[in-house]
């Protein structure tokens, strides 16, 4: 399946997206998400744990590397890898959770945790576009074709390809 590409004029329409997503979520997932600074990423994140029903505040996992939550019934996760310089550092954390196969991972900096991370099912790049946002959405495997596939039947993203 080939990739998504998805207009994003604004916040809301990047909120828009998480919930989408979220809608057409019925597996575990591990998500890498990238792009620049500021491009979006952690308003996605979110988005998509606020519309999988997290409660509680969604916290920037910027400093923490890592924060979980029980999103529904399955257990998330969420990280921020932009401080780590080596891969090495994620021993610490106890990343086995992740490994969970109904676990959402979601995964900012992605590049920066090479070799400890789990294999990706779905790859999200944000860029900026004009005053907005450009995100594409890559399978990575079949789980992320399948989660593709829902997403492209409940909705028609502009631009998708």
């Given amino acids: 399946m080939a990739e998504q590409q998805w207009v994003l004029a604004d916040e809301d329409a990047t909120r828009a997206l998480g919930a989408q ?3 057409a979520l019925d597996e575990g997932l591990v998500v890498y998400l990238r792009g ?3 491009a979006g990423k ?10 999988l029903g997290v409660g509680e505040r969604i916290k920037s996992p910027t400093y923490s590397l890592v924060e979980g939550y029980q999103a529904g019934s399955r257990p998330a996760w969420h990280l ?22 109904d676990a959402l991972v ?3 900096w992605p590049e920066r945790g090479a070799g400890a991370l789990p294999a990706a099912d ?3 790049e944000f860029a900026y576009q004009g005053l907005g946002r450009s ?7 079949g789980r992320g074709e399948r989660l593709l ?8 993203p502009a631009g998708s390809r």
């Fill in 36 to 38: 620049e600074l500021g």
């Fill in 122 to 124: 779905l790859e999200l």
């Fill in 135 to 141: 995100a594409w959405l890559r399978p990575r495997s």
């Fill in 106 to 108: 979601l995964v900012e």
């Fill in 80 to 101: 921020d890898l932009y401080r780590i310089a080596d891969p090495g550092e994620l021993e610490w954390l106890g990343l086995d959770a992740l490994a969970d196969p």
């Fill in 21 to 23: 997503l979220a809608g």
């Fill in 42 to 51: 952690t308003s996605f994140a979110r988005a998509l744990l606020a519309a």
């Fill in 149 to 156: 596939g829902r997403l492209r039947s409940n909705t028609a």
